[in-house]
Nanobody
């Protein structure tokens, strides 16, 4: 089973930026899509951004224009560049890999805290 490992989380001030990385233990070509999800305390997990094997992307309305998802196939890594961060972006961010509608793997998550 392919394992996903996230990194890059931390504490950042409002308006700041962070880049999250999701490194897969195997080829990401085997996945039809990969995505970033987040879960804040007391809230349901939500999709933040996703990217298909063909490079198509989609974003939650709350992050459009501020977050960018990308993939480096040679490094088997998916990134989430987050800019203009807001306190409401505070959450545990997790990486997900799918084949069609089926989830194949989840990462362990990385904490992002936006606070002054």
């Amino acid at each position: 089973q392919v394992q996903l490992v996230e990194s890059g989380g931390g504490l950042v001030q409002p308006g700041g930026s962070l880049r999250l990385s999701c490194a897969a233990s195997g080829s990401i070509f085997s996945f039809s899509s990969m995505g970033w999800y987040r879960q804040a305390p007391g809230k349901q997990r939500e999709l933040v951004a996703a990217i298909t094997i063909g490079g198509s992307t989609n974003y939650a309305d709350s992050v459009k224009g501020r977050f960018t998802i990308s993939r480096d196939n040679a490094k088997n890594t998916v990134y989430l560049q987050m800019s203009s961060l807001k306190p409401e972006d505070t959450a545990v961010y997790s990486c997900n890999a799918k084949r069609g509608p089926l989830t194949i793997s989840w990462g362990q998550g990385t904490q992002v805290t936006v606070s002054s």
